[in-house]
Nanobody
């Protein structure tokens, strides 16, 4: 089992910055990758950014050059962060931290609680 606790988010004007953090605990050694998903009102949950345990990253085209994802390891914990700069109203949504593991049984996803990000124009 993996537990994810999210912090950060809030209300910001367009052009501003926010930081999201996610602390992972439990069976963190089984985690393959962690990432952030965004769900706008009435839309599906989309991947915003992902980072592997080895540090490889991938971003949604809409956030490239503006968002930066990072992953730090500490004793019995993993810390995921995403710095969001030059925020746009279309970045508004509920952001979810995700971690997934891969085994012989396939992929298993863990989700943190969502945090609201609202960018006003």
């Amino acid at each position: 089992q993996v537990q994810l606790v999210v912090s950060g988010g809030g209300l910001v004007q367009a052009g501003g910055s926010l930081r999201l953090s996610c602390a992972a605990s439990g069976n963190i050694f089984s985690i393959n990758s962690m990432g952030w998903y965004r769900q706008a009102p009435g839309k599906q949950r989309d991947l915003v950014a992902v980072i592997t345990r080895g540090g490889s990253t991938n971003y949604h085209d809409s956030v490239k050059g503006r968002f930066t994802i990072s992953l730090d390891n500490a004793k019995n914990m993993m810390y995921l962060q995403m710095n969001m700069n030059s925020l746009k109203p279309e970045d508004t949504g509920v952001y979810y931290c995700n971690a997934f593991t891969v085994s012989g049984l396939g992929r298993f996803d863990y989700w943190g609680q969502g945090t609201q990000v609202t960018v006003s124009s």
